[in-house]
C-alpha cells in the first residue's frame, strides 16, 4: 500500500540494471508512492540488462548514459527535465565497479589503471552527477540527491578490495559538495551506508556469502534486504527529511555499532569445540 510519499516529485536513478539491484526496488517503490522518474545506466547495461521491463511497469523513460561523461550526465539531466516537466526533486546513485575486484587483483596487487576506472565510476561520478545538477541549476530547492555506500569506507574488510577506498571517497564527495549545494540551492546530499545486499555488483566480492552471514550474525536486527533499502532512500527523498544532508547514515540492522554478538561468538566458539585441533585439516 502507497503513502504517497513522493507524490508529485521528479527524479533520475542511476544504476538500475535487474531486480537484484537497490535501485531496480527504489524504482518500483518511488512508482508505487507517486513519483515520476527517469532510468539511467550505461549504454551496454540497457542492451545486457532487464530495464524494458522496469521502464514499461514504472513508466519511466530510459536514457542510456555513462555516468563518468560529463556530456552525457548534461543530457540526462535536460531529457529528464524535459520528458518530466520541470526541475528534478531527487536522485539515486547506485553505481559501483571495481575491475581489480572482477580480475581477481588483491589490494596489495593492484592495477593502478584499473583503481582509476574505480574511483571514476564509483566515486568520482557523483562529484561528476552534483557538479552537473549544480551548474545547469537541474534539481529543484530542497530536492535530494543519495548515493549508495558500505561501512568498508571506515573499516577493514577482507575481500572488499579497492572499493573501500571508492566508498571513503564518495561519502567525502557527499559532504564536500553537500556543504555547498545546500548553502547555494538548498539541496541536501547523503550516503546511505547499507548492509551487504546480494546485488549483481555485490556478488563479485571475494568471500560475500561469508559476509553477509557475518553481517547477518553480528546485527541485532539483521541484515537490511534491497527492499528495505528502498524504502530508506524514499524517506530521504520525501519532504520528511528536509533538513538531514551531508550524512553518511547507517541502513545495517545495527552492525555498525555492534563489538560482538550473541550469535557471531557462539558461532565463535564452536571452533573449539574439537579436542584435538590437529586433526582438522
Aim: with cysteine.
Amino acid at each position: 500500500m502507497g503513502y504517497n510519499l513522493l507524490k508529485g516529485k521528479r527524479g533520475i536513478i542511476f544504476g538500475a540494471l535487474n531486480d537484484m539491484s537497490i535501485a531496480w526496488k527504489v524504482a518500483e517503490m518511488a512508482h508505487a508512492e507517486g513519483a515520476t522518474f527517469t532510468l539511467t545506466n550505461t549504454p551496454v547495461a540497457c542492451r545486457m540488462g532487464t530495464l524494458t521491463e522496469l521502464s514499461e511497469k514504472c513508466n519511466a523513460e530510459v536514457i542510456p548514459a555513462d555516468a563518468t561523461s560529463v556530456e552525457d550526465l548534461e543530457a540526462v539531466y535536460a531529457r529528464s527535465m524535459e520528458v518530466l516537466g520541470g526541475k528534478i526533486d531527487f536522485v539515486l546513485h547506485s553505481i559501483g565497479m571495481s575491475l581489480n575486484v572482477r580480475k581477481k587483483r588483491v589490494y596489495h596487487d593492484l592495477n593502478y589503471s584499473y583503481l582509476n576506472k574505480t574511483l571514476d565510476i564509483s566515486a568520482i561520478s557523483f562529484h561528476k552527477l552534483l557538479q552537473v545538477g549544480f551548474k545547469m541549476d537541474a534539481i529543484s530547492e530542497w530536492g535530494s540527491v543519495v548515493g549508495l555506500s558500505y561501512v568498508a569506507a571506515q573499516r577493514s574488510f577482507y575481500g572488499y578490495n579497492d572499493m573501500a577506498d571508492a566508498k571513503s571517497l564518495l561519502e567525502s564527495i557527499a559532504r564536500s559538495f553537500g556543504y555547498i549545494y545546500g548553502r547555494e540551492k538548498k539541496v541536501r546530499v547523503n550516503t546511505i551506508s547499507q548492509s551487504p545486499t546480494m546485488t549483481t555488483a555485490g556478488s563479485g566480492v571475494k568471500g560475500f556469502d561469508g559476509l553477509m552471514d557475518f553481517s547477518e550474525r553480528m546485527s541485532p536486527l539483521g541484515n537490511a534486504t534491497a527492499e528495505e533499502c528502498a524504502g530508506y532512500c524514499l524517506t530521504l527523498f520525501s519532504d520528511f527529511t528536509r533538513k538531514v544532508t551531508m550524512q553518511n547514515l547507517f541502513h545495517d540492522g545495527g552492525f555498525s555499532n555492534v563489538g560482538m554478538s550473541l550469535r557471531a561468538m557462539t558461532q565463535y566458539n564452536k571452533s573449539f569445540d574439537v579436542d584435538d585441533i590437529s586433526s582438522l585439516d
